[in-house]
Nanobody
Framework: QVQLVESGGGAVQAGGSLRLSCAAS????????LGWYRQAPGKQRELVAN????????NYANSVKGRFTISRDNAKNTVYLQMNSLKPEDTAVYYC?????????????WGQGTQVTVSS
């Protein structure tokens, strides 16, 4: 079992910045990816950014490349999402995700979500 606790959401004007944090706890041995997804009203949940453990890589949605940066502090088991130059279309609930891959199959853990609202 993995528990994910997010923090750092809020309201900001366009062009502003926010940093989201996600503290992970529990059994992390089989977690091969940590990242962030978002879901806007009436839309499907989409990948924003993630970090793959092995081979190490990061992935970003095209819409956030150059503006958002994902990072991980292994000592704290925390993943961050630095969001700069925010746009109104970034408004959504942001969810932390931990992807588990074992011989038994794949499983996704989710945080409770944190609201990000960007006003024009």
């Amino acid at each position: 079992q993995v528990q994910l606790v997010e923090s750092g959401g809020g309201a900001v004007q366009a062009g502003g910045s926010l940093r989201l944090s996600c503290a992970a706890s529990g059994s992390m041995l089989s977690i091969n990816a940590l990242g962030w997804y978002r879901q806007a009203p009436g839309k499907q949940r989409e990948l924003v950014a993630n970090i793959i453990t092995a081979p190490r890589s990061t992935n970003y949605a095209n819409s956030v490349k150059g503006r958002f940066t994902i990072s991980r502090d292994n000592a704290k088991n925390t993943v961050y999402l630095q969001m700069n130059s925010l746009k109104p279309e970034d408004t959504a609930v942001y969810y932390c995700n931990a992807h588990q891959s074992t011989w038994g199959g794949e499983y996704d853990y989710w945080g409770q979500g944190t609201q990000v609202t960007v006003s024009s």
